[in-house]
């Protein structure tokens, strides 16, 4: 059996801005198949525009076409295949954009960020099981990163998914899923970012300011954000931020230098670049680490110096996905939203529907918005 659903195509890459119009996303009816072994249909309430989805529209990060795109999201178990007995119709849950197959050495080491057939079907466009579940005038179309998400509904692996509790809104319950893990997990996780200790925000969009927030729960003492656009530097001052940085000002390492006393603890880049690491790395003090969770473009490289990594004991360190476990981590995340300690519902900033999709991606891309979340 098969179900018919709307859904926001990418049928091209790259595609040029304005989107507005030039419409690279097109709101179209799909054929969704019902779940197979281990799979569940979901039919999706909110989803997050990131610049991840956006590095596929303009090709920086090439993704086979046609494709459905959307990873940051959450919804309502509609009907679970065959093999899933620990979600019901009517659960709320929140999409992951790796799954984990929990047998793969990452994954038995505690890091189903780096799941190896994961990483596969998601390079492939299909889902876990190396299916793809929808069609489009006969033919399939890709699945992004297992998830697919601007859609009203998706069929996802159970592994892609992580149960929360009903009483959490659906659109904030979505920032779970990928800016939550990304940005908080790189500082709570990757960095390790203790009470006490200095950090650096490089990046303000959702996963950066994300970050921010984790660097104010986990007790930093002092935190400077970095970013290129005054509206961002002002609404990180309003999350916690004790000190900000225009990045791109001449004197922007001396000036976290000096506000710190010789460097932070920790800096987190998150604007994906690498512009944006080698700032990160220059105003890290000696002995301290840099970790980046920004996903550069393909072929850009940086100037490191291997002598400064060794008489400084310097740590350069990649995070995906936050070094997260998912299921153990987007509850713990969610009790800290509970508490008040993490009050990511201020990251979106605008909402929208599936039809202004187009829209919506040109305010991400000129920096209007920080999370453009889709109700749907």
């Known amino acids: 059996m098969t179900t018919s659903t709307r859904a926001a195509i990418l049928t091209a890459s790259p595609i040029q801005r304005p989107y507005a119009q030039t419409r690279p996303l097109a709101i179209e009816t799909v054929e969704l198949a019902e779940p197979g072994y281990g799979e ?30 959307g990873h940051e999201a959450a919804g309502i178990v509609e009907t679970v295949g065959e093999g899933v007995d ?17 047998h793969c050495s990452p994954c038995a080491e505690g890091r189903p960020a780096l799941c190896e057939p994961g990483n596969a079907s998601n390079g492939q ?29 998706a069929v996802l692996s159970r592994r892609s998914l992580v149960k929360v509790d009903a009483d959490i809104p659906l659109d904030i319950a979505a920032l779970f899923g990928c800016a939550v893990l990304t940005g908080v997990g790189a500082v709570i996780n990757t960095a390790g970012v203790k009470a006490g200790e200095t950090v650096a925000i490089i990046g303000l969009g959702g ?34 931020a004790t000190d900000t940085v ?31 690491l080698e700032l990160a790395f220059a105003v890290t003090r000696r002995g301290g680490s840099t ?39 987007i509850p713990r995340f ?37 999370r453009h979340i889709l109700r749907l």
Request: glycine fraction near 12%.
């Open 246 to 276: 225009d990045a791109g000002g001449a004197g922007a390492v001396d000036e976290v230098r000096t506000l710190t006393g010789g460097g932070v603890d920790h800096a987190v880049e998150l604007a994906g670049s690498a512009r944006a």
């Open 334 to 370: 969610v009790a800290l939203y509970r508490a008040g300690r993490l009050p990511v519902d201020r990251l979106m900033t605008s909402t929208g529907t599936l039809d202004d999709i187009n829209e919506g991606f040109d305010a991400l891309a000129e920096g209007r918005t920080v």
């Open 125 to 153: 466009g299909t889902l876990l099981s190396g299916a793809r579940r929808l069609r489009w005038h006969g033919a399939p179309v890709h699945h992004h990163v297992g998830v697919s998400a601007f859609a009203e509904h």
């Open 291 to 329: 970790v980046t969770a920004g996903l550069a473009p393909p072929a850009a490289t940086m100037a490191l110096s291997p002598l400064r990594l060794v008489a400084e004991e310097r740590v350069l360190k990649g995070s995906y996905v936050g070094s997260c476990i998912p299921s153990r981590d």
């Open 207 to 240: 996963v950066g300011l994300a970050a921010l927030l984790g660097a104010v729960a986990a007790g930093a003492s002092r935190i400077v954000a970095l970013d290129l656009s005054a509206q961002k530097l002002a609404l990180a001052k309003e999350l916690g």
């Open 40 to 69: 569940v249909l979901v039919r999706v309430r909110a989803a997050g525009l990131c610049h991840s989805d956006l590095s596929v529209i303009d090709g920086v990060r090439p993704r086979p076409t046609p494709m459905v795109l």
């Open 86 to 102: 620990d979600l019901t119709p009517g659960d709320h849950v929140v999409m992951v954009f790796v799954p984990s197959c929990g």
